[in-house]
């Protein structure tokens, strides 16, 4: 039976009312960082938007496919591409965004 790869599913909760802005973020920052910076990951993730909000929250599911948890960390990638200040001030953008604290599981395939 083929080894499956691991899976990081991260649940970002924003208010409803930046939704868009953190949609925007994620499309204008972190996919050409990554597309620049970690080439190997093109086609290994998928990002997932609630269809209507509830309680104020659009819930956002980034499912990231293979490798080590730590190649999917945000905060390296963006101070690759943007250098720490940048970093700084794109994590502090995006946390004005946020609801609440995201959550992220690491998952592993159960044979069936």
Do not use: C
């Not at 080439?39 to 956002?60: A, C, H, K, S």
């Not at 390296?76 to 609440?100: D, T, Y």
């Amino acid at each position: 039976m083929p080894t499956l790869q691991p899976t990081m599913i991260a649940i970002y909760p924003v208010i409803a009312e930046r939704a868009d802005d953190f949609e925007d973020f994620t499309r204008a920052v972190v996919v050409p960082a990554q597309r620049e910076h970690s080439p190997e990951q093109n086609g290994r993730y998928e990002v997932l938007r609630t269809t209507e909000e509830e309680d104020g929250t659009v819930i956002f599911a980034f499912i990231f496919r293979g490798g080590d948890p730590s190649d999917w960390l945000l905060m390296p990638l963006l101070e690759q591409a943007l250098g720490a200040e940048g970093a700084q001030r794109a994590l502090a953008n995006l946390s004005g965004m946020m609801k609440r604290e995201h959550q992220v599981w690491n998952l592993t395939p159960v044979h069936l």
